[in-house]
């Protein structure tokens, strides 16, 4: 056998351990793990001078946006951010114009994306008009179904929990995950009519219509939507409280599939950041004291919160400088800089190596059925996350490849560095380099279609 390609002299993470050997690719597959001499001869060789392999980053929350949306970002700029950051694998929202939550709208997203993206990458839907439609969105290729309760996006009536309970009846049918947004849209609207009539605008004001309360009792109604569904997987996005995590901790006790998200902003900000970046760091569901800030830091630690997500929500800086924080466009971009936030946490003790690969890969890839992902294995895949570990360097938002170069992050110090990004055994990044053509990443689909009558 003639191998497409061997990867020497590097470090790589394989079952928990981290072992000197090297890597073969064959047709985007991995054949074969091993020392120099097992290896087969390869049309092409790259020293990797002992830097670590990771098995390719996945992250299952970016907002892409591309479309009639492109001027803030596109599926060119965003998975060449994706790539420059690590990531291998992305998952994109549908809160896109036109929104993405018909068999139409999934078919002319997915023939952009195929066209454009550098990495992997996977479409939600958000819910259709007519849930009959959303098993036929799932074979379209939807990855997943997205539910946003913070305000009305799709087409299920978030206000309506009968509604919420047909919804996740219909996924759990289809075995699609519903990940969710989970802040309640009428205590927001109260809160938020309040600020305004008193002419309470700043960056600070948006913390008392995004409450922790709005975020549980969010958590609380769709739990209880889903009480007598018997199949399906809840998957929380961006837990931002305790009393939150504490929430979904309980909602897991009771054996059903329910995953859970956090954001590096939520575990590297607090509010008292907001008075530093003041409209930079406005984001849904907002920053909070440290006491949550430690919770979810504990949550990561202990394995009650199961994957990191960046939450890439590119915006215009225009768009991010409004006088009013009502008139802000809320979030941030994310993809550069997760990987070497999560690296530095590890640098610093407060990580472990094992749970970051747990958070960014292996986790990713289980709750999100794809089996050739998430691990260094033969047979797997060839997306691998080259890593300089211990390199320091200062993040750089004016050089991001996503089109949002602004960042709560910019100037901050950080160890480890995103060196290569492998897709499918193709180079697609080095040394912050784009270095492959746009069409380049493939579209991923759930693997495990199979429906229950
Ligand atoms: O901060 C956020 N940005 N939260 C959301 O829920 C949406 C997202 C976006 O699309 O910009
Ligand atoms: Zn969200
Ligand atoms: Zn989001």
Same mark, same amino acid.
Request: proline share 5%.
């Given at each position: 056998?003639?191998a497409d390609l061997?990867l020497?002299?590097t470090k790589a ?5 981290i072992?000197e050997?090297s890597i073969a ?6 054949v074969k793990i091993?020392?120099?001499p097992q290896?087969?001869s ?20 970016v ?8 001027y ?5 700029s ?5 790539a420059?950051g ?6 994109d929202?549908?809160n896109?114009?036109p929104?993405t939550?018909?068999?139409k709208?999934l078919?002319?997203?997915?023939e952009i994306?195929k066209?454009?993206t ?5 479409l939600y ?9 959303l098993?036929q ?5 939807a990855i997943?179904f997205?539910?946003f309760?913070g ?10 929990d ?11 049918k289809?075995?699609?995950i ?5 802040e309640? $849209?009428n205590q /927001?609207?109260l809160?938020e009519?309040? *600020?305004?009539?008193?002419k309470h605008n700043?960056? %600070? @004001?948006? #913390?008392?219509?995004h ?12 739990i209880?939507?889903?009480e007598?569904?018997v199949?399906?997987?809840l998957?929380?996005?961006?837990v931002?409280?305790q ?11 009771t054996g059903?599939?329910?995953?859970c998200?956090?954001?590096p902003?939520?575990?590297?900000l607090?509010s ?5 970046y ?8 907002p920053?909070?004291d440290?006491t949550?800030q ?13 994957t990191v997500?960046?939450?890439?929500a590119?915006?215009t800086?225009e ?9 802000? $466009?809320?979030g /941030? ?5 997760? *990987?070497?936030l999560m690296?530095?946490?590890?640098? %610093? @003790?407060? #990580?472990?190596?094992?749970?970051l ?6 986790k990713?890839?289980d709750?999100?059925g794809?089996?050739?992902k ?9 997306d691998?996350?080259?890593?300089d570990y211990n ?15 602004f960042?709560?992050?910019d ?7 995103p060196t290569?990004t492998?897709?499918?055994g193709?180079?697609?990044m080095?040394?912050n380099?784009?270095?492959t053509k ?5 579209i991923?689909?759930k693997e ?6």
């Amino acid at each position: 056998m003639i191998a497409d390609l061997v990867l020497n002299n590097t470090k790589a993470y394989i079952k928990g351990e981290i072992l000197e050997c090297s890597i073969a690719i064959e047709e985007g597959k991995i054949v074969k793990i091993g020392r120099p001499p097992q290896m087969p001869s390869a049309d092409q060789k790259i020293n990797l001078q002992r830097m670590l392999t990771l098995p390719g980053l996945i992250d299952t929350h970016v907002h892409l946006r591309d479309e009639q949306k492109a001027y803030k970002e596109d599926f060119i700029s965003g998975t060449s951010a994706a790539a420059a950051g690590g990531f291998t694998t992305v998952l994109d929202m549908p809160n896109n114009q036109p929104l993405t939550n018909s068999v139409k709208t999934l078919k002319t997203r997915l023939e952009i994306a195929k066209k454009r993206t550098l990495v992997n990458v996977g479409l939600y839907s958000e819910f259709p008009k007519n849930l009959a439609e959303l098993p036929q969105i799932s074979r379209e290729g939807a990855i997943g179904f997205k539910l946003f309760m913070g305000n009305q996006v799709g087409d299920l009536n978030i206000d309506d929990d009968q509604a919420l309970k047909e919804g996740f009846k219909t996924a759990g049918k289809t075995n699609a995950i519903v990940a969710i947004h989970a802040e309640d $849209k009428n205590q /927001i609207m109260l809160n938020e009519q309040k *600020l305004k009539q008193a002419k309470h605008n700043s960056p %600070k @004001d948006f #913390l008392f219509a995004h409450t922790e309360q709005v975020e549980v009792q969010a958590m609380k109604r769709v739990i209880k939507a889903s009480e007598d569904v018997v199949d399906g997987h809840l998957h929380f996005c961006h837990v931002t409280s305790q009393q939150g995590l504490e929430t979904i901790k309980e909602a897991k006790k009771t054996g059903k599939k329910i995953t859970c998200e956090v954001t590096p902003n939520h575990l590297m900000l607090n509010s008292t950041d907001i008075a530093r970046y003041g409209m930079m760091a406005i984001m849904m569901p907002p920053l909070r004291d440290r006491t949550h800030q430690e919770a979810l830091m504990k949550g990561v630690k202990q394995g009650d919160i199961d994957t990191v997500g960046s939450d890439h929500a590119p915006h215009t800086f225009e768009e991010k400088t409004a006088d009013s924080v009502w008139e802000v $466009k809320v979030g /941030i971009p994310g993809l550069e800089t997760t *990987l070497p936030l999560m690296l530095t946490l590890v640098k %610093k @003790d407060w #990580l472990t190596f094992q749970r970051l690969v747990e958070l960014l890969a292996e986790k990713p890839a289980d709750i999100y059925g794809l089996t050739n992902k998430g691990k260094l294995e033969q047979g797997k895949d060839a997306d691998l996350t080259i890593i300089d570990y211990n390199r320091p360097w200062t993040i750089e938002a004016s050089k991001f490849k996503s089109k949002a170069k602004f960042s709560p992050f910019d100037k901050w110090k950080v160890v480890g560095k995103p060196t290569k990004t492998f897709v499918n055994g193709n180079l697609v990044m080095d040394e912050n380099e784009i270095i492959t053509k746009p069409g380049s990443g493939k579209i991923i689909r759930k693997e495990k279609q199979e429906t229950t009558p």
